[in-house]
C-alpha cells in the first residue's frame, strides 16, 4: 500500500480519537446511550452469571416499604420509639453491624423521649452506623471532627485533598449528621419549669455518609467511599459497615486518592478497593433490590416480638414457625441495612435499573467490597492509545476492499468493537467508553465510502483514459466494473488475434511532409479502429502503421474467430470507402494486408507498476503477425489458419484453400485459407445482429451497413482475377 494511504489512516485515526476524547469530556449528552450500553452489559452478565447475582450472606436488608406503612398505619417517618423498639429485639439477634441509610439529624424536641428512646436502644448495637450526609444548606449543627462521637476520621491519606468535594464549601456548606446532645424544658402541674438533657445520637453512634451523586444523566454509576469534612476524611455508610464488619481500625486504612482503599486484615489478605481522584468506586452492580435477602419493617419487628413471646405468638398465629423461617433470614453476625423502599422519595437511576430505591446503591458497594468484586475505568491514555490502533488498521483495511464490502466491514467492527467492551467488562471488570468510539468507527466507515466511491471514479476516469483507445465501449463497462482485474499478470486463453499491416505506405510516404504522412495515418487508423470497436475487438497495440487486435478477451466471446474474420471483411471495405474519400486528393492510394489466427495465448496486463500494457504474447501472436506477412506472398488481402477456419461458418464466406504453408519462424507447416472480401457486406454484419441483442443498438441500425459500399479507385492496387 502507497505511504500515503499510511498517512492518510494515521491522520484520520488520530483525528477521530483526539474528537472521541473532547466530545468524552465535553459533550455530557452522550452519557444517556452510553448509560443504554452499560445497562446492556449488566444485564447480558447478570443473565449469563446468574450464580453472582444470589444474596450475598453476610448482608440483609430491612425495607421499610409500603407494606410495612400499610400495615403500621403510618406513613413515613415512623416514630422514633419505634425504632428504638426494633432495635432492642435487634440486639439479641446480635449482627454484626446495623446500618441506618436513614437521616436522623433533627431533634424530636416535641417528643424527647423518642430520641431518649433510640439513643438508650442504639447503646445494646456495639456496631450501630446512622446516616450522616453533606448539606446544600447551613444547618445549626456543624460540630468540629474531634466531636463527632466515636466516629474517627482516616488519617493515611495520600492525593490531593482538594480534588475530592469538601464540607463545608460553596455546594455544601454544612453536613447533616445524626442529632447531637440537646436540653429541653418541661413545666410541672404547679407551672414550675424543669429542664432535663437528651443524650445525642451522634455520640452513641457511628456515622457513615449515604451521599450516592448522580451523573449529568441522572444515573448513579459511582458512590463517594470517603467524604472530606472540614480538612478530615470520614468513612461512608458502605465503607464504614466493612470496617465495623471486620473489625479494622482507622490506623489500618490507608486512602491513596486515584488509585485505592486499602484495607489491612489481621491474617487475612489485604482488601484494594479502586477509587478515582474524587474518591468514588465504580459500583459494580449485580443485584437489584429483590436480590438481597431482605424482611420489611413490620414484619421484622412481628418476628422479633414473636421470638420473644414464642407460645403467644403460635397461639395468635399457627403458622407462626413456618412464616419465621420462610420470611425471617439469619441476622447473627450479618451487616444489617435499614431503608427506604417505598414510594415517593429516595429513588433514582442506577444502570442496572431506571427507577430503584437509593439503600440498593449502598447494597451493592457493600457487597462488591466484601466479594472483592470490582469494576475499574480504563486509564485514558490506554483506551485513546488501542482505539487509535483500532481506526488506523481499520481505515487501512478499509482502503483496500472493494467499495461493496466497506459498509459490511464497518458493521463487523462497530459489534466487534461492542463484543470488544463487554468482553473486557465481563472477563476482566474493565470499564472503556462505548458510544463515542463506536460512532467514531461509523464515520470512519462513512469516510472510507464517500474516498472510495471518489477515488473509484477517478479511478475509472483513469482507466478509460488510458485503454479507452484500446477497447469498445461495452467492453469499457464491464471492465470499470471490475477494476481491480487491471494488474500485473495474466491468465492463458483462446483468442482470434488479427494483424492488419497497410501495404505500399513506404511509396506512399516517399516525397511527402511528415505532419501530412500522420494525419493520413491517424485516419486510417481512426476508420480501421471504429471497424474493430463495432465487431467488439480489443486493439493490443498500434505498431508504426499495423493494427493488432485480438478477441475473447478480456471478455469471453464464443464467437471470436467468426467476429474477426467479419472484422476483416468490413475492415477491407472500410478501406474502400476511405480511398474513396481520398481518391481526389492521394495519386498513390495504400492497400492492406490482414492475417488472422486462433490458438491459445497469455492475455493480460505487461510491464510495470508505473505503467502497464494490456497484450496478449505467444506463438498465436507470432503466427497471426507471420500470416499478415504472407498476403504479399499470396497476393490475398485476408489469410486465415486453418484453426480459425474451423471455429467459423464457412457458408457465410468465400474460402480459397492455401494449402499447407512454411510459416517462418515454425517448425510445422500450416493449413491456409484466403478469405475473399466480396462488395456485399451482408455476411460481414451478421455478427452485428449479435451484438445488437446485447446494446442499445437495433438490428436494423446494425444491418445497415457501417461503411456505404464502394467501388474500388481506378487506381488501386488489383490481383489477377481483379479483387481488392
Not at 34 to 62: G, Y
Not at 272 to 286: D, K, T
Not at 668 to 683: F, M, T
Request: with cysteine; aromatic share 10%.
Amino acid at each position: 500500500m502507497k505511504k500515503s494511504s499510511f498517512a492518510f489512516a494515521a491522520v484520520l485515526a488520530a483525528a477521530l480519537t483526539l474528537i472521541i476524547w473532547l466530545l468524552g469530556m465535553w459533550a455530557p449528552l452522550y452519557y444517556g446511550s452510553e448509560n443504554l450500553t452499560l445497562k446492556w452489559r449488566f444485564e447480558l452478565r447478570n443473565l449469563l452469571e446468574p450464580s453472582k447475582v444470589k444474596p450475598n450472606s453476610n448482608i440483609v436488608l430491612v425495607a421499610i416499604d409500603d407494606k410495612s406503612q400499610d400495615d403500621l398505619k403510618s406513613s413515613w417517618p415512623f416514630p422514633r420509639s419505634w425504632h428504638a423498639q426494633i432495635l432492642a429485639l435487634l440486639a439479641d439477634e446480635k449482627p454484626a453491624v446495623v446500618s441506618w441509610d436513614i437521616l436522623f439529624t433533627d431533634p424530636k424536641s416535641d417528643a424527647p423521649e423518642q430520641d431518649a428512646l433510640l439513643v438508650q436502644a442504639a447503646k445494646l448495637i456495639p456496631h450501630l452506623i446512622s446516616g450522616a450526609s453533606r448539606a446544600d444548606s447551613k444547618r445549626a449543627i456543624h460540630p468540629a471532627p474531634d466531636q463527632v462521637g466515636p466516629t474517627h476520621p482516616l488519617e493515611h491519606v495520600d492525593g490531593d485533598l482538594r480534588k475530592l468535594p469538601a464540607i463545608p464549601s460553596e455546594q455544601y456548606p454544612s453536613a447533616q449528621f445524626p442529632f447531637d446532645t440537646y436540653t429541653y424544658t418541661t413545666k410541672a402541674e404547679d407551672g414550675t419549669p424543669t429542664t432535663s438533657t437528651v443524650e445525642g445520637l451522634l455520640r452513641n453512634s457511628l456515622l457513615g455518609f449515604v451521599d450516592s451523586d448522580a451523573d449529568v444523566s441522572g444515573v448513579r454509576r459511582s458512590v463517594p467511599l470517603v467524604v472530606l469534612y472540614e480538612g478530615k476524611l470520614f468513612a461512608s455508610l458502605a465503607l464504614r459497615s466493612v470496617l465495623e464488619f471486620y473489625g479494622i481500625s482507622e490506623e489500618h486504612v490507608t486512602v491513596s486518592l486515584g488509585r485505592e482503599i486499602l484495607l489491612q486484615r489481621t491474617g487475612k489478605p489485604a482488601i484494594r478497593i479502586p477509587i478515582n481522584e474524587q474518591g468514588e468506586m465504580i459500583v459494580n452492580y449485580r443485584r437489584a433490590l429483590e436480590d438481597f435477602a431482605s424482611v420489611n419493617y413490620y414484619n421484622l419487628g412481628v418476628f422479633l416480638r414473636g421470638k420473644n413471646h414464642l407460645e403467644e405468638a403460635r397461639a395468635q398465629n399457627p403458622n407462626f414457625d413456618k412464616e419465621l423461617a420462610e420470611h425471617l433470614p439469619a441476622l447473627a453476625g450479618k451487616i444489617v441495612m435499614f431503608g427506604f423502599t417505598g414510594k415517593g422519595f429516595d429513588n433514582g437511576a442506577t444502570p442496572l435499573q431506571k427507577n430503584t430505591p437509593l439503600v440498593n446503591v449502598h447494597l451493592n458497594a457493600l457487597a462488591n467490597i466484601l466479594e472483592q468484586d470490582f469494576l475499574y475505568q480504563a486509564p485514558t491514555w490506554q483506551w485513546l492509545t488501542a482505539f487509535f490502533l483500532i481506526l488506523f488498521l481499520l481505515v487501512i483495511i478499509l482502503l483496500r476492499v472493494n467499495l461493496v464490502f466497506i459498509l459490511p466491514i464497518g458493521f463487523v467492527s462497530i459489534v466487534g468493537y461492542f463484543a470488544l467492551s463487554y468482553a473486557l467488562f465481563q472477563y476482566q471488570h474493565l470499564l472503556i467508553p462505548t458510544t463515542l468510539p463506536m460512532v467514531g468507527l461509523l464515520v470512519v466507515t462513512l469516510l472510507a465510502t464517500t474516498k472510495l466511491y471518489f477515488g473509484e471514479e477517478a479511478q475509472k476516469r483513469q482507466i478509460k483514459a488510458a485503454m479507452g483507445a484500446y477497447l469498445p465501449e461495452k467492453v469499457m463497462q464491464r471492465v470499470l466494473e471490475h477494476p481491480d482485474q487491471l494488474k500485473l499478470g495474466g491468465n492463458n486463453r483462446e483468442l482470434s488475434v488479427l494483424f492488419c499491416d497497410i501495404r505500399g505506405f513506404t511509396k506512399y510516404c516517399d516525397g511527402r511532409e511528415p505532419e501530412a504522412v500522420v494525419g493520413v495515418l491517424n485516419e486510417y487508423m481512426e476508420v480501421m479502429s471504429n471497424v474493430i470497436f463495432k465487431y467488439e475487438g480489443t486493439i493490443d497495440k498500434y505498431i508504426g502503421d499495423c493494427i493488432m487486435a485480438f478477441w475473447n478477451a478480456p471478455e469471453d466471446q464464443p464467437d471470436h474467430a467468426q467476429r474477426a474474420v467479419c472484422c476483416a471483411m468490413e475492415m477491407r471495405y472500410a478501406l474502400a470507402n476511405y480511398k474513396t474519400q481520398r481518391a481526389g486528393i492521394d495519386t498513390e492510394i495504400f492497400e492492406c494486408g490482414i492475417g488472422i489466427h486462433t490458438g491459445p495465448a497469455l492475455v493480460g496486463n505487461v510491464g510495470s507498476t508505473r505503467r502497464l500494457s494490456y497484450t496478449a504474447i505467444g506463438a498465436t501472436v507470432n503466427m497471426a503477425a507471420r500470416l499478415e506477412s504472407l498476403t504479399k506472398q499470396f497476393t490475398s488481402r485476408i489469410i486465415i489458419s486453418e484453426f480459425t477456419r474451423l471455429q467459423i461458418d464457412e457458408s457465410q464466406f468465400t474460402l480459397t484453400d492455401l494449402g499447407e504453408v512454411s510459416v517462418p519462424g515454425f517448425a510445422k507447416k500450416i493449413k491456409l485459407w484466403a478469405v475473399e472480401a466480396l462488395q456485399d457486406i451482408s455476411s460481414a454484419l451478421l455478427v452485428g445482429k449479435k451484438v445488437a441483442h446485447h446494446s442499445n443498438v437495433s438490428v436494423a441500425d446494425v444491418q445497415q451497413p457501417m461503411w456505404a459500399p464502394a467501388p474500388l479507385p481506378e487506381d488501386a492496387e488489383v490481383d489477377a482475377e481483379g479483387k481488392g
